[in-house]
């Protein structure tokens, strides 16, 4: 079974600066997706950005990007010149490739800002 | 256009009760998911359906839960006897079919669902 893993429980950054949250996974599979999540107090989960594991090249939108490194297993999310609206949970998914497919996600990491 | 709406969005209900937690998709999108999260957790899979049928209900914990989608658009997830333990936010998304990248999920604003 595929497991996704986000070991720090809380970060705090503050305005401004940047800020990376780590995330691992395991999988035996060789097609598959890896997603950042956004989950503000509304609950309404957002998605920040996605990577297809046959890309080599890392994702990045706007300020954020990913550090995709797949034969250890890890995506991290890095965020650039850190808004105060970037303060929420960010949680880390797994989707197995070939349609549509459950996700899976991490434990999360709660993300403050500091003004 | 519409996102994916959820009702109610908060529910309280005693132990034992019956509940029904409803998902409106995004018009079109064929496929619908259902995952719990409980608090300070990450989003559980709990059954995903493919036009009416259940493509997978793997992540259903028992049989006191169960989920319908009778005419390919709106699904009620089904809670019989309640227990306290199934307190939780129960989020629900879709995805349209199509190229691979088009499987991206859109969630709802979860219902809130508390056992007393």
């Known amino acids: 079974a595929q497991t996704v893993t986000q070991s720090q429980p809380e970060m705090s950054v503050q305005e401004a600066e940047t800020v990376t949250l780590s995330c691992t996974y395991d999988t035996s599979e060789s097609d598959y997706y890896l997603f950042w999540y956004k989950q503000p107090p509304s609950r309404q989960m957002i998605l920040v950005i996605r990577q297809e594991a046959y890309k080599q090249q890392n994702a990045t939108e706007n300020r954020f990007s990913v550090n995709f490194q797949k034969a250890a297993k890890s995506f991290s999310l890095k965020i650039s010149d850190s808004q105060l609206g970037d303060a929420a949970m960010y949680f880390c998914?797994?989707?197995?490739?070939?349609?549509?497919?459950?996700?899976?996600f991490g434990q999360g990491t709660r993300l403050t800002i500091n003004p | 256009g519409a996102g994916v709406s959820q009702t109610p969005s908060n529910k309280v209900t005693e132990k034992g009760k019956y509940v029904e937690l409803r998902c409106d998709p995004i018009?079109?999108?064929?496929?619908l998911y259902w995952y719990r999260q409980s608090l300070g957790q990450g989003p559980e899979f709990l059954i995903y359906?493919?036009?009416?049928?259940?493509?997978?209900d793997s992540g259903l914990p028992n049989d006191r839960f169960f989920a319908v989608r009778p005419e390919g658009s709106v699904s009620t997830l089904k809670i019989q006897r309640t227990e306290r333990g199934d307190s939780a936010v129960y989020l629900c998304?879709?995805?349209?079919?199509?190229?691979?990248?088009?499987?991206?999920?859109?969630f709802g604003p979860g219902t809130r669902l508390t056992v007393t």
């Open positions: 998304a879709s995805s349209l079919p199509g190229q691979e990248h088009s499987y991206e999920q859109y």
């Open positions: 018009s079109g999108h064929t496929a």
């Open positions: 998914a797994y989707r197995k490739g070939g349609g549509a497919q459950k996700l899976v």
């Open positions: 359906f493919q036009g009416t049928g259940a493509a997978d």
